[in-house]
């Protein structure tokens, strides 16, 4: 059975990919905010700029927290004071999960579950670790990125004695070794995995596929990581149900139309600084990206076109009172092109060339393909680094073009994510490990699902009362008229919202 | 066989509502526009006011048109030169269905169909009909309403040979003698029905049941007909395939959002006569309706609070800037209240009763049950009709509570329908008869469908050019990396627009 | 002295107009909403419609209210009672000119003042002049138009022992003699002229200049009576103070900016009835009207483009997100034009002529000048009359253009005027009474005047609790720092808002 | 008279405010944009990082360019090529000032100027200087802040032989100095002065009065200058004219509604990094800034409410669709407080002491006065600096309020100025210098006036280029019915705009 699963990761595009996963800071992942104070107030918080813990290597020299708990593996464990500051801001802000925690402290719906956790290490995430844990749940956990651990976080939790494996600056090999010591444990059985990125299954997929015999659920949050169960379930090798909790409603519309309709103009203004009023800008693709970035241009005063190649969505442009173009019909004359396609090749060396001076040009789509950049990686043309994430292109007649994030996505690397979008996935990744724990036999197959619409109405729920907002209650007999539960779900699954 | 199908339409709600249907104009289904002039011009262009025609019932005295044919029943066949340009002012705007009906022409999609028609009989339907009929179909056709029937429309029609039979103010037994007509015709087989209500196939299950052996499909446009549809299907009485082209995306977006986002305002302004700047709005319900009508008044200056039952739609009501509320938490001080909910007893009699003086009282849901008129009509109350549509309820202290349409749907009154939405409606219609028509076997079950995307893509890409709207076409390459068709559907079916 | 005045009559402009004047409603100056009720209602109310009073010219018989006082002249002493009920509406709309006879009733500043007026006689006017009445002021009244009388109004103020002559139908004749009725009574000397269009002014200039010497001031709301005034003052020939509450600027936000918000969309659709998604428009001129209409469509997702001959106002449209182009540049592709200049010829044939099929065409201005309809009065051209405001101009190859209102001010007609504005307006009348009847001796010249900022402020803030809207105070403290004082004014006189 | 003179710069407050000045980059006066790169691009392009030029005093070590050319004193001539660069990325974006320099070229109306300039010396400021001297000016310069200088556009301008005396980092004494050195000079008589703050004109005023007798007038762009010049007028010594550029209508347009409705958004994302969908703010003051303020945040989803003093203002916040209330009443709620007054003590202790946990509470005003911070400097609270411009202050009960730029004016520090903004700022100034060198002679008194409006609407045309509008031209025709000028002015001065 084994091999069978080795088989699975053998595939090539994954292992291209590799890099790119543990060397960048996924999508939207990171936030900061209140709590982000821990990489400014490093230097008299606590800074480990200086201390010789740094120089060694984790793996190297095992620590011990102040209760001689050994079961970790973290940078510094004299951070741990500092990184609880940072975990109680994240607290103050994550009054969603904080509600889940106290609505469900009393059942401990959790209680008896296994969990191996491969995500993000900060803040954010510890308050879910801490509230699964609150619940009832037993965890392991690893990084899912190489960069992003936030070493005090780490080490408040290892202070706590959760056995956590992660540091900010891992190697590849300090990476599988992680992600290793979560699972392969005297005396320990996992029975959920909670996944991003999905190198977490991938690994008991490859080394300890017994392991599935017992696991109860996979819950993954990555567009790769979802990618990768599809995959496995299409060639019948998916023997534990998946929640795929990327797509649920709630966390799609924060994800893609309230977040992007911030950041886009965030962004722009951190790169290219940019005045909005009375530019012409050229959205490419009207999907929920697309409506949030034309959106919030038109708002500050931009003339906003869009291209489309869904009569659909395009039908939507034009009475939300945007000029549906092509891209080559006013690419001559805007100021701002803006790719939100989720394809490759939108705005091709063609474009570019007839582009007028200053114009500028970003993805906020989802590939890093939209912007043919090796186009532009031509002789004739000069490269001028002007500032982070800012490149002037200029053309032999002097021409410019400025393009920015070298045409990568945009608010990866230029935004922030609002800890209300982190608060939506950690609350949505919760209710999905409840659910797949407590599930009678025979509800969930071995197949990827969508978060239950209750759940992901109650996702929406827990989140309203950080605007002191009030949701009516059916009556009885409204339910009974319109043939509903009074607690949902409200609308049958087809629902556009 | 037959008495199994007249079992099936004793059910009583729809006894009941029988009224409702003939004598109320359908939910937006009637527009002016340029052919608006039909009503007004009809003293200078072929007024029928004092023509002795006029006092014969059509079903009395057979006409006959300027060639001897006499197969229609219709009340005055000389109005068929102004009809003749009211349809042709139809085709003036309806140039998505003209663009159809010569894209298609060559093709000839519904030779050999024979189709039974019932719909409201006016220009924009008769464009529909003659565009069937250039695409090689035969029809006959009644009216669906007993007061809708644009007589000069029937005219043209039925100079041109058009087997019509509907003229304005039928009695019932008019009405269903009309769609017998089109039934019931020694030589002729129907084969395809296009139905808005569901009287037709009603009828043809009452009747002719043995007719359902030749059918290939039944298209259905109206919810109360898509309602005795569903009820068939689930009766397992359903004995051909139907589609239901009310809930396609392109015409549910223009039904709900784009339709209602004006109809709100104008509705207001032609009954209350209100401005909107400063005015506190309380919008029950943030569905596509609710979203429509909250946006329109926000960007009018009003100030609006949202009330849902839905979290998620709750949530974004929240993220587009709105205050969301329990109704009795606002209701002393709005200006405005205002459903789009669907459901019964929004608005009760003690909302009422706190509402300030002068609050405007009005429902743009689907049912006429969202505001509890019945609970004003007590003896303490005065009830004072203004204007058309207009009433003020007055409590004892004086206070006055203005009502519009008497708590019934307002835009269905007080407001046209774009003949845009109609055409998109007729667009679709076409499309369906054209798909069932030519499905091969098996391709539709006994069963009620949506339109398939790809059909739905494609009336909204007909109406694009309205707008001079430029549509991208995804190249090879992108095809293949996106995994779609050049040619659509671009969409996965769940895709929520 | 006499002589002097009565040329001043005699320039040509003035008298050309005079039809226009009298046979037209005035601008923006009538209103329905509540008290709309009087016209609908009249058949249940207190119809007149078929009263044998209705025959006789009220100038031949006289009519004696319930006291034996026999002086006024009005159509119908019987409908008084339903016009209470009007003017009662009224009061509860117009709560501001409410608040300010309450506040003011003690003071009774206008005792002494001796007003004769000229103005629309509605119920909101009766609010005016009764609140006048309440505040110490003998007042004679007659009407500014000779169509827009409601009849029950007067009978209601004339039961009330108000001398007030209008009746709705005057001959040109009877305008002058209702007026010559307000001044020249036996007892009688004005000393205070509430004016609006400038003929009551106009009249004592004529006939009686003596009775300036008595004159305190004269209040003038309308733009062409303003312009009468300047001329005057130009020529030396103003004998009196005047204050133009027409260009005060709380009258002006409302009367321009957020009235014309709101009836552009209103009167379209009463008349076009179009929809406004995905429509691309021109709107010609940027002022505060232009601004108003272009921000209204721009929310319903029409495309705007703008023109202008004002630099500043060409940037402010850019920068509020439209496109500044010439009207031909963009004219063959728009499918409406909307003129909001003030000037003449602004659309001329030659647009007409490459408009597209369909292209609306209206006058948002001030003047009827702005669409040079005479040049579409051509024999190639068919017009053909398809509703009421509503002209289809048919080109010898079939295309249509539709015109609406024939070229006039679209929205005098087509939508009423939100009781609101008539608040404003008759509130900014009433204090300009008092300011000039009270102010010491030499602050005002024999000059036009705009309303004391103060004053204007004041308007504004009797009109916010409408709005339950909370204004804060500056503490001492504040005020000092500021240099103001705490009442206000609070702004400079060149403040732009 | 000197005496005279001397007197005039001995009021204290001026004195106190110095160190203000010279320290902080003055009100929105810098920008980044595409000439940005000049910092980061230092290590590339032109470093001075460990150049031995840089130990060196520039007062201590006289430079000469490559000419021989001495007179000047910049801190490193070798930095030359790089700042040329900057000053030629700044002219590709200042076209309106380039499009002015290339009409005006031919005329040299500037031939004859001597002018003395204090202003920041940045690349914007260097395509002035340049423009000036295109015009036939001849100009020495000095910095009107010791911070803010360019070093590379110092030594760009210095080698083309331009007297500049600037550097980063000068002391006070340096600041005087260079300065001096910019008015006293053997043989040169200044007759024209261009200042930003007053400082120039203070230092002639004291030194060199006898140098007024010959200065034909004074452009001031800062509102500190422009209140010292007003002071100077009060009290009858302002021998000369001059022209307030700050106060021009489409000036301040930009600093104030357009340019905080985006710097509102970028300072508050780059701060409290806060998500804007549903957060409810109360923004104080609603004149422009609060206006843009206001506008931007309902844009992103934000619930506004607008606190005022002024009934005028408060009444367009309520048509614009804010709730007007007073602070008091929803400091409780909110998740945000914005001031925007210009006022003192807007937002005090007791406020603070009832604000909700994580509320931010920022001044986007004219002073730094707008927020009672040192009420907060009390021990019960404590401070906490989490990261640049952000402050957590901490209640004992542990409620957090989060306080940016330490309650002085927000955008000044975290967002830039738009390079648009400066363009108009520096054409207003040619303009400004142009107009007073060149007026007939009685034109202008000895006092501080505003651009005429004809040179306002010139600054607005030169900028319409940048957004591809075009103007329309009034016909003769029109321009006789309107009374106006084809060249304008096109409004009476006080036009609100």
């Not at 039908?315 to 690419?331: E, H, N, W, Y």
């Not at 699902?449 to 009030?470: I, R």
């Not at 319109?482 to 919202?497: A, D, T």
Request: glycine share 6%.
């Amino acid at each position: 059975m084994r091999k069978v699963y080795s088989l699975q990761i053998e595939y090539p595009e994954q292992t291209r990919e590799f890099d790119n996963r543990l060397t960048k800071t996924g999508r939207r992942s990171l936030s900061h905010s209140l709590s982000h104070s821990s990489t400014d107030s490093n230097s008299s918080g606590g800074s480990d700029a200086e201390d010789p813990e740094n120089e060694v290597s984790p793996r190297d020299k095992q620590r011990m927290n102040s209760k001689g708990n050994k079961d970790f593996c973290i940078k510094n464990i004299k951070l741990a004071d500092f990184g609880r500051r940072q975990i109680e801001l994240a607290e103050d802000e994550m009054t969603a999960l904080m509600a889940l925690r106290k609505a469900a402290q009393g059942e401990k719906p959790l209680a008896g579950a296994k969990i191996v956790g491969c995500t993000h290490v900060t803040a954010q995430t510890a308050v879910l670790f801490e509230t699964l844990s609150g619940l009832g749940a037993q965890c392991r956990w690893a990084a899912c990125n190489i960069y992003s651990t936030q070493n005090e976080v780490a080490a408040a939790l290892a202070e706590r004695d959760f056995p956590v494996f992660a540091w900010k600056g891992e190697s590849e090999d300090d990476f599988w070794w992680c992600i290793d010591r979560c699972v392969n444990v005297e005396g320990w059985e996992p029975n959920m995995i909670l996944d991003d990125g999905g190198d977490m299954t991938h690994w008991i997929y490859k080394k300890y596929p017994h392991i599935f015999k017992k696991v109860k659920g996979i819950v993954e949050e990555s567009i790769t990581g979802i990618h990768r169960l599809h995959h496995l379930s299409k060639a019948g090798k998916l023997c534990v149900p998946a929640i795929n909790v990327n797509d649920s409603v709630t966390k799609q519309k924060f994800d893609n139309l309230y977040c992007c309709r911030e950041s886009i103009l965030d962004s722009l203004k951190k790169t290219a600084d940019i005045m909005f009023g009375g530019k012409q800008v050229v959205v490419c693709g009207y999907g929920e990206v697309g409506k949030g970035c034309s959106a919030a241009l038109k708002a500050m005063g931009s003339i906003v076109y869009v291209t489309e190649i869904d009569p659909i969505c395009a039908l939507q442009a034009c009475m939300d009172g945007f000029r549906l173009t092509k891209l080559s019909d006013v690419v001559r004359q805007v100021d701002m092109v803006i790719t939100c396609t989720g394809n490759k090749n939108v705005v091709v060396r063609e474009h570019m060339d007839v582009m007028k001076n200053g114009c500028v040009v970003c993805n906020m789509g989802r590939s890093n393909t939209e912007i043919n950049v090796s186009a532009l990686k031509t002789p004739d043309l000069t490269w001028q680094h002007v500032r982070a994430q800012v490149d002037h292109i200029i053309w032999p007649d002097g021409k410019r073009m400025i393009l920015l994030a070298e045409g990568r996505v945009l608010n990866l690397s230029s935004s922030t994510v609002p800890i209300y979008v982190l608060s939506i996935t950690a609350t949505t990744q919760a209710l999905a490990l409840i659910e797949l724990f407590n599930a009678p036999e025979g509800r969930y197959k071995q197949d990827v699902y969508l978060l239950p619409k209750k759940l992901d109405e109650y996702v929406a729920s827990l989140h309203l009362q950080t605007f002191d907002a009030h949701l009516t209650e059916l009556t009885d007999d409204q339910a009974k008229y319109m043939g509903l539960s009074k607690n949902g779900p409200f609308k049958p699954n087809y629902y556009r919202y």
